[in-house]
C-alpha cells in the first residue's frame, strides 16, 4: 500500500490519498447575444436592427407580458419611435458591468438607457435584469417600457427629415442600415451645425479681442487665437448629436455617428488643451526672456512636453473608448505584463527620471557652455529623453540624460567674474631693486583696470625657478561672456609687456649655463718641475676656459 501510495495521483479522478477527486468547477454560462451589460443591450438590438433583423431584435424585448404581441413586429415598433424622437444614452453613460449602474436611484435590477420626446414631455426607457432560460442574467427591455410602445407611437413628435425626404430616400435605399436620405440628412446638419458655432464663436472672440485692446494684454488673444479651430469642432461634435435627435435622425445612423461624434470632440478637446499650453509656454518663456530668469526656460519646455505626452496618451484612449474598445481590459493586461515592460524599459525611465533631474536642479539649461567628461559644448535642446550639445567642431552630440545627470557637469556660463592668472618667468638678470618697482607697476595697473575686481588684485615673487625668477599675478576680470574676457585678458597681457620692460627686464628663455675646466695636477720638485715644466705654464696645468653660456 506504502509503495502503490504514490501512484494514485496519476490516476484521473483520484487524489493522492486514494479518495475521488473533485469535479473541476464548469466554466460560468455566457449569453450569445451580449445581453449581460446595459450596453451590450443597446449595441445588440442596434446592431440587430441595422440588419433589419428584428427576429433577433426582439430576443432584447421583455415580453413575457406581452402574451399576443408578435416580437419582431414589436421590435420594429420600437425602432420607429426612436428614430422620430427617441434618444439612446452614449457608450460613456451606459454601464458595462453586469450588475448596471447601482447609484442610478432605481431598483438594483433597472437601468435607464434612454428616452423619448412626447408631447406631454419626455419618457424614459427602461432596461431589466432577468435571468434567462440558461440560467444567465441578462438585460432585456423592460416590460413596462414595451407596453408603453402603442402610447409611445402615437404621441411621439414627428420627424422632420422624414416629413421632407421623398419615400425613395426615405425607406427604399439603405446604407449601414439607416436610409441614405438620412445620410444626407447628418452631412447637411453638419455643414449648418459648424456655420452656425464659426459665426457664434466668431462673434464673440471679436467682442472679446475689443475689449482687451485697450488694456494691450495679449494673453486672451493669444490662447483664443491659437484654440478657435479645435474649439469650433468641439461644439459642432457636440452640437450635432442634438440636431440629428431633435431633426429626427434614424436611430441607426445617429448611432454611428454617435462614435464619430465622440472621437471628434475628445480629438477637439485634446487639440484645445494642446494649443492652450503652447500658447502659456510661450507667454511664459517671453516674460521669464523679460525679467532674466532665463533657468527657467529648461522647466518651462520640459513641463510643455510633459503635458503634451499626457495629452497624446488621453487622446489615444479616449479615441478607442469612443469606438468601443474595451480600454479597461487593455490597461489591466498592462499591469499583468508590467514587469516585463518596466524591465524592458528601465533604461527609459531612468532616462526621464535624469531629465526630471536635469530641470529641477537646474546644473546646466539651454544656451549654456559646459564641460561633461571629455566633451566642451554649447547647450542646445534639453529633451525628455536626451540633451543635444552643440561642441566647438560645429557637431552635435546627443547625450541620454540618465548618464548626464550623473557625470560631473562644469558649467562654464554660470561664472560671475573670470580668473586673471598669469606667472611671470623674469631673467635672473634681474635685480631686486628692478622687481620691486615691477610689482609695484603690476599692481597699480590692476588697481586701475576698470574690469579688475580690487579684491583680491595679488601680485607676489614667488620663488626661483631653474631658469627664471617666477612673478604671480592673481585677479579676477569682470565680464558677461568669454569673448569680453578675451579682450581684456589681452588688453591686460600686452599692459604687462611694456611695464616688464620699462623696469629694465625681460622673460627668460629656457637656458643653460655650462662650465668647462680642468683639475690641477699632483706637485712636483722643482728641478724635475724646471726639466719637465709643459709648454702651457710655470705651474704645469693649463689655464680653464672661460665659462661659455649656452
Not at 36 to 62: C, H, K, S, W
Not at 254 to 282: C, N, P
Not at 411 to 418: A, I, L, T
Request: charged share 20%.
Amino acid at each position: 500500500m506504502l509503495a502503490a501510495g504514490p501512484g494514485w495521483a496519476q490516476v484521473p479522478g483520484v487524489n493522492g490519498n486514494g479518495s475521488a477527486a473533485a469535479p473541476a468547477a464548469p466554466p460560468a454560462p455566457t449569453d450569445p447575444l451580449g445581453r449581460e451589460t446595459p450596453a451590450g443591450m443597446v449595441a445588440g438590438f442596434i446592431a440587430a436592427a441595422a440588419e433589419q433583423n428584428y427576429e433577433r431584435a426582439a430576443m432584447y424585448l421583455d415580453l413575457s407580458q406581452e402574451k399576443d404581441a408578435w416580437g419582431p413586429s414589436v421590435a420594429q415598433q420600437l425602432q420607429r419611435i426612436l428614430d422620430r424622437g427617441g434618444l439612446l444614452y452614449s457608450r460613456l453613460r451606459l454601464s458595462s458591468e453586469p450588475q448596471g449602474d447601482q447609484e442610478d436611484g432605481l431598483a438594483p435590477d433597472l437601468e435607464k438607457f434612454g428616452l423619448v420626446r412626447t408631447d406631454h414631455g419626455t419618457v424614459d426607457l427602461l432596461a431589466q435584469r432577468v435571468d434567462s432560460k440558461d440560467g444567465v442574467k441578462i438585460w432585456l427591455v423592460s416590460a413596462r417600457t414595451v407596453s408603453e410602445l402603442p402610447e409611445l407611437s402615437r404621441t411621439v413628435l414627428s420627424s422632420w427629415v422624414d416629413r421632407l425626404l421623398p419615400y425613395a430616400l426615405r425607406d427604399e435605399y439603405r446604407i449601414a442600415g439607416a436610409p441614405v436620405g438620412h445620410w444626407l440628412a447628418v452631412l447637411v446638419l453638419a455643414v449648418l451645425v459648424y456655420g452656425a458655432i464659426w459665426l457664434i464663436t466668431g462673434a464673440l472672440g471679436l467682442l472679446v479681442f475689443r475689449l482687451r485692446k485697450a488694456s494691450g494684454d495679449s494673453r486672451i488673444r493669444r490662447v483664443l487665437s491659437a484654440s478657435a479651430l479645435p474649439v469650433r469642432l468641439f461644439l459642432t461634435a457636440w452640437a450635432l448629436r442634438v440636431a440629428m435627435v431633435l431633426a429626427g435622425v434614424s436611430i441607426v445612423a445617429r448611432q454611428h455617428m454617435s462614435g464619430v461624434t465622440e472621437f471628434l470632440a475628445w480629438v477637439a478637446l485634446s487639440w484645445i488643451v494642446w494649443r492652450v499650453v503652447d500658447a502659456l509656454a510661450a507667454f511664459a518663456i517671453d516674460r521669464m526672456t523679460l525679467r532674466g530668469r532665463l533657468s527657467m526656460l529648461s522647466a518651462v519646455t520640459f513641463i510643455r512636453r510633459s503635458v503634451k505626452f499626457v495629452i497624446i496618451a488621453f487622446a489615444i484612449i479616449a479615441g478607442l473608448n469612443a469606438f468601443g474598445y474595451n480600454v479597461t481590459a487593455g490597461l489591466a493586461a498592462l499591469g499583468i505584463g508590467g514587469i516585463a515592460i518596466a524591465l524592458g524599459a528601465q533604461k527609459t525611465i531612468e532616462h526621464l527620471v535624469g531629465s526630471l533631474t536635469l530641470v529641477t536642479d537646474q546644473p546646466m539649461r539651454v544656451g549654456d557652455f559646459c564641460k561633461f567628461g571629455e566633451t566642451m559644448g554649447t547647450i542646445e535642446d534639453i529633451g525628455m529623453r536626451s540633451t543635444r550639445i552643440r561642441t566647438l567642431d560645429r557637431t552635435v552630440v546627443t547625450v541620454p540624460n540618465g548618464q548626464l545627470a550623473a557625470v560631473q557637469i562644469e558649467n562654464y556660463s554660470r561664472r560671475d567674474k573670470f580668473w586673471f592668472h598669469p606667472v611671470l618667468d623674469l631673467r635672473y638678470e634681474t635685480t631686486p631693486d628692478q622687481i620691486r618697482a615691477l610689482i609695484a607697476s603690476l599692481r597699480q595697473m590692476l588697481l586701475d583696470h576698470p574690469k579688475v575686481d580690487d579684491d583680491p588684485a595679488r601680485v607676489r615673487f614667488i620663488g626661483l625657478g631653474a631658469t627664471s625668477l617666477r612673478v604671480e599675478i592673481f585677479s579676477y576680470v569682470h565680464a558677461v561672456s568669454m569673448d569680453e574676457f578675451l579682450e581684456v585678458q589681452e588688453e591686460l597681457n600686452l599692459r604687462i609687456m611694456e611695464l616688464v620692460a620699462e623696469a629694465g627686464s625681460g622673460f627668460a628663455f629656457p637656458s643653460q649655463t655650462v662650465y668647462v675646466t680642468r683639475d690641477k695636477g699632483v706637485a712636483v720638485p722643482t728641478e724635475e718641475a724646471d726639466a719637465t715644466q709643459p709648454a702651457g705654464g710655470p705651474d704645469g696645468v693649463t689655464p680653464a676656459a672661460a665659462p661659455q653660456r649656452v
